[in-house]
């Protein structure tokens, strides 16, 4: 069913494992997040280059997973295990993508999302290195660390509260960040993201699902800076609608067409009996 510390433990070890991982390797990876966030600025004028540094600082960072859970944990990793790896990529990637989509369509058809022409190829390759960055370093901490740690001991509802909490207020550190962003980030994108792991148990279909927002439609991120992707759109209208300074994810048909699929997400891991037990029933 998952893989938190296995019942036959002693309860001080199963509850000072997920301490001890959100305190040393949730550290550790906020740290290199950090870091990683900072080679984005120093490569911007270098896409090419971006995107081999990202891809190099994820595969290190998803290396520091797995040692510390089978060196410190004693366990097998199987959260990033490679079996299925492309298959749940590419699945995260098309919901993202259907979702984004959706949004647009729903703006356009309403007069405020218009589009006036099509950028170079090369306006994609910032988005796919802030996708690898984001992508890898926030699902490794939300979710395979702060959600699992937090699910092990008070069960998957606190855990999904928990790291959707953290992961949508987080983002007011954004520069065009808003409290409303900041709410709505923590109800649709928490609720998806975590939805999305306990599904399979995998993070590989959480990793693939926010390329598209910039490469594709030219979408602020997040209260992030504003970066042109491939189609030229002009972005107009109450911010209600369209997410305003912060970008789709403030707007409500984001908060809507999101947090539907996060409940059915939710309820296909029920059924599949993902969903965890705090420690005292179990």
């Given at each position: 069913m998952s893989d938190t510390s296995a019942?036959?433990?002693?309860?001080?070890?199963?509850?000072?494992?997920?301490?001890?991982?959100?305190?040393?390797?949730?550290?550790?990876?906020?740290?290199?997040?950090?870091?990683?966030?900072?080679?984005?600025?120093?490569?911007?004028?270098?896409?090419?280059?971006?995107?081999?540094?990202q891809l190099g600082l994820a595969l290190a960072a998803i290396a520091l997973y797995v040692a510390y859970g089978r060196l410190i944990e004693r366990r097998e990793v199987t959260e990033v295990s490679t079996p299925g790896i492309g298959r749940e990529w590419a699945i995260g990637a098309f919901i993202g993508v259907g979702l984004y989509t959706a949004c647009a369509v729903a703006l356009m058809l309403l007069g405020h999302y218009r589009v006036e022409g099509l950028n170079p190829v090369a306006f994609v390759l910032p988005a796919v290195a802030l996708a690898i960055k984001s992508g890898v370093f926030e699902e490794l901490i939300f979710r395979g660390v702060l959600h699992r740690s937090v699910e092990s001991v008070l069960g998957s509802w606190v855990g999904i509260l928990a790291s959707s909490f953290v992961f949508g207020f987080l983002h007011l550190l954004n520069p065009a960040a808003t409290m409303t962003g900041a709410i709505y980030i923590s109800i649709e994108a928490g609720?998806?993201?975590?939805?999305?792991?306990?599904?399979?148990?995998?993070?590989?279909?959480?990793?693939?699902?926010?390329?598209?927002?910039?490469?594709?439609?030219?979408?602020?991120?997040?209260?992030?800076?504003?970066?042109?992707?491939?189609?030229?759109?002009?972005?107009?209208?109450?911010?209600?609608?369209?997410?305003?300074s912060f970008g789709m994810e403030q707007s409500i048909f984001a908060l809507v067409f999101c947090t539907t699929t996060g409940v059915i997400l939710l309820m296909i891991a029920a059924r599949r009996r993902h969903l965890v037990p705090p420690i005292w029933k179990r």
């Open positions: 019942p036959d433990q002693p309860l001080w070890l199963r509850v000072v494992h997920p301490l001890l991982r959100l305190i040393v390797l949730g550290g550790a990876l906020l740290q290199f997040m950090i870091w990683a966030e900072g080679r984005l600025a120093q490569f911007d004028d270098r896409p090419f280059v971006s995107i081999v540094v609720l998806l993201l975590s939805a999305a792991y306990m599904v399979t148990r995998r993070l590989w279909l959480c990793m693939g699902w926010n390329f598209v927002q910039e490469g594709i439609y030219s979408g602020v991120v997040s209260g992030g800076p504003a970066e042109p992707g491939l189609l030229k759109a002009v972005i107009e209208g109450p911010t209600l609608l369209t997410g305003g």
